[in-house]
């Protein structure tokens, strides 16, 4: 029996109402009755350019839906990942639209979903409350939008944002300039094209057995994507048939083979954070230590920006994410069960890589391991991420004398003060930026290397935070410090001064201070005040887990079961 039926069947009052208030939408009987009900969870917005097609694509979701005998409803999401207009962070939200999606399918006579995101943190929370729900369920990506374009050079974006930011500061930017790449920077519909955040995750979620095979590598604007958002309304369909509902699909096995593609692709530090969330909504324990020992042995294969040369649209036009795995088999787990119907190992045949300088063959691969690494210390006892190819080779390991930023506030009035006394070899701190604290852990990693700097050439120095750092983004940056500063982490006992090491050979992160001195440091801390004493934001800061825990809401990452919503 289809779920949808306790709404719409019997005799009762209920039933009744139901089926007038489809009426009233002007469905008959024969158009629903008896159907799989789908929802089209669809987080377009007007202020989230990278979802901007997706009116469109939600259409031709139905369209796949009506011809395989199935009833689309299309559900409106919060779109909780345009982290350009969502302040403080869409960090701050992603648990909201995870909550959100979960409850939509709960609550309403819906049989199975097509969940359609893209930018950054929609991914994953479509995909949380997805796996808590637990109905049959298939992913929509956004894709990538076109390559950008500026004086013939092409354009990243993200990545060459942050690198002309830096030549404006130095002086070496004119406003004419500036003004040509603010219109040539982002030229479609689309997620970032470098591989930051939106593509590693979508690309997870292919990994994961969420999507149609080669979804994730579709550019935004090809006419492949509207096929493949049609396919996947016409699969749904008949996954409701199957009852194959995401706990048979999301099992250890493809968490590790996300967690394996992720450092092949050089894919961005945010999926540390929500591999470890989604995987703990799966029952699954996937910590950050998974993935320093995988990128220990795991080849970077992938010479996309920000680590490599190369843009999403080159990738899809190599042979894309499927491409990319045949090259990975040996290391994956082949045999498990897709959304296609098919093994993870059938939805590659006929795969294959056209260009080897874009996906790199593994004797040749862009670095022999290093995706990401984890390290630990007195100032990180419960662990911090950095992504060694993207930063300076002779900073990995390093000893300077820290400039500590309390706030981004903090940073923003001093970072290019003339009388800050700052070097090459100093090591910039930021901190009260993390899940508590930011609130919401915002993208304030990538801290701007200081003008007096710039002007002398220096384009990185050792950069340390309790925040994340935008997937585009690059430079020796360590990242998701926990436990933050905001509730007592050893980051809040750093001072001005204080040597600091980063040595990620040894996988260390430790400040040169006494114990005795730290303790009395301790013992004079004083917790700050709360953010927030109302609304979303109190619940937030009441419930928020920390960086190495996934970022989750604690009710929302304990297990247990939700009843089922009584339709009469």
């Known amino acids: 029996m289809l779920r949808s039926q306790r709404w719409y069947e019997g005799e009762g009052l209920r039933a009744f109402s139901h089926r007038t208030r489809t009426r009233q939408l002007g469905i008959g009987g024969p158009e629903h009755l008896g159907k799989p009900v789908i929802a089209v969870v669809n987080t377009w917005t007007d202020l989230n350019p990278c979802h901007s097609h997706l009116r469109e694509r939600a259409e031709a979701v139905k369209r796949g839906v009506w011809q395989a005998g199935g009833y689309p409803v299309e559900l409106p999401a919060g779109s909780m990942g345009g982290e350009t207009f969502q302040k403080p962070t869409a960090m701050l939200y992603r648990n909201l639209l995870a909550m959100e999606t979960e409850e939509l399918l709960r609550s309403y006579p819906v049989d199975g979903a097509v969940l359609m995101g893209g930018c950054d943190k929609t991914t994953p929370a479509l995909l949380m409350g997805a796996a808590s729900m637990d109905l049959p369920a298939i992913f929509v990506p956004a894709g990538p939008m076109l390559r950008g374009n500026w004086r013939g050079e092409v354009l990243g974006s993200g990545s060459d944002m942050w690198k002309y930011w830096d030549d404006r500061r130095a002086g070496l930017v004119d406003d004419r300039q500036w003004s040509e790449l603010e219109e040539g920077l982002a030229r479609s519909p689309g997620h970032c094209m470098t591989m930051g955040t939106a593509s590693t ?310 400040m040169h201070v006494e114990e005795s001195e730290l303790e009395r440091r301790r013992a004079a801390w004083t917790p700050p005040e709360p953010r927030y004493t109302r609304g979303y934001g109190a619940l937030f800061s009441q419930h928020i887990m920390q960086a190495d825990e996934g970022c989750d809401f604690d009710f929302l990452a304990r297990p247990g079961s939700t009843p089922e919503p009584d339709a009469t």
Do not use: W
Not at 253 to 277: C, E, F, K, M, P
Not at 396 to 418: C, K, M, N, W
């Open 201 to 510: 995750m979508t690309s997870v979620a292919e990994v994961l057995g969420m999507t149609l095979p080669g979804a994730a590598s579709i550019p935004a604007v090809d006419s492949g994507h509207e096929r493949m958002a049609a396919a996947s309304g016409l699969r749904i369909v008949e996954m409701v048939r199957e009852d194959l509902r995401p706990s048979l699909l999301l099992d250890e096995r493809a968490y590790r083979d996300a967690v394996t593609t992720v450092l092949a692709l050089g894919g961005s530090t945010n999926a540390v954070i929500h591999l470890v969330a989604m995987a703990n909504r799966s029952g699954v324990k996937i910590t950050a230590d998974d993935f320093d020992e995988a990128s220990r042995t795991v080849p970077v294969l992938a010479d996309l920006r920000p680590s490599g040369r190369f843009l999403m649209e080159d990738f899809y036009y190599a042979g894309g994410l499927r491409g990319l795995l045949t090259r990975l088999r040996d290391r994956l787990h082949l045999d498990r069960p897709t959304a296609s119907g098919r093994t993870f190992g059938e939805t590659l045949a006929g795969a294959e890589v056209y260009n080897d300088e874009v996906i790199r063959p593994l004797d040749n691969p862009l670095a022999a391991d290093g995706g990401l690494a984890v390290l630990r210390g007195n100032l990180a006892p419960d662990g911090a991420v950095i992504k060694p190819i993207a930063a300076r080779p002779e900073l990995l390991s390093h000893t300077g004398p820290a400039i500590v930023f309390d706030d981004y506030g903090d940073l923003q009035r001093r970072i290019d003060d003339e009388d800050l006394d700052v070097t090459a070899d100093s090591v910039l701190v930021l901190r009260g930026a993390g899940p508590l604290g930011g609130p919401g852990m915002p993208e304030h990693g990538m801290l701007p290397i200081p003008k007096k700097l710039l002007r002398e050439g220096v384009r990185d120095v050792v950069r340390i935070s309790d925040a994340r750092m935008s997937g585009t983004s690059y430079g020796t940056c360590v990242l998701h410090v926990a436990p933050e500063s905001h509730v007592g982490g050893p980051l809040a006992l750093l001072r001005t001064g204080d040597l600091v090491t980063v040595d990620v050979s040894k996988r260390l992160l430790h």
